[in-house]
């Protein structure tokens, strides 16, 4: 019963924002560590962002001072604010949930970042 959808993903202009979302469901949200992670066309996928069930953050170096992880507990919800965006942001990205027993997936939403 556990689910997470993201949405937000979409085309963006190099230097551009936007704001992905990870809505959860069949978990409660203040008991995981959430992160987002993201995949390219021939990478592995990679981890991006997390945010522990207290809301002490951490980042991939590439994305430090320009991406921004939250949450909303009483919503159930996760986000990564994204900005100055790069064409190297271009992925699938995907939300994740981990407790001490469990991981969870989404099935991801595309950025693709280009003129």
């Known amino acids: 019963q556990v689910q997470l959808v993201e949405s937000g993903g979409g085309l963006v202009q190099p230097g551009g924002s936007l704001r992905l979302s990870c809505a959860a469901s069949?978990?409660?949200?203040?008991?995981?560590?959430m992160g987002w992670y993201r995949q390219a066309p021939g990478k592995q996928r990679e981890l991006v962002a997390t945010?522990?069930?207290?809301?002490?953050?951490n980042y991939v170096y590439s994305v430090k001072g320009r991406f921004t992880i939250s949450k909303d507990n009483a919503k159930n919800t996760v986000y990564v604010q994204m900005n100055s965006l790069k064409p190297e942001d271009t992925a699938v990205y995907y939300c994740?949930?981990?407790?001490?027993?469990?991981?969870?997936w989404g099935r991801g939403t595309q950025v693709t970042v280009a003129s």
């Open positions: 945010i522990t069930s207290g809301g002490s953050t």
């Open positions: 069949g978990i409660i949200l203040n008991r995981y560590a």
């Open positions: 994740n949930a981990t407790d001490i027993r469990m991981s969870y």
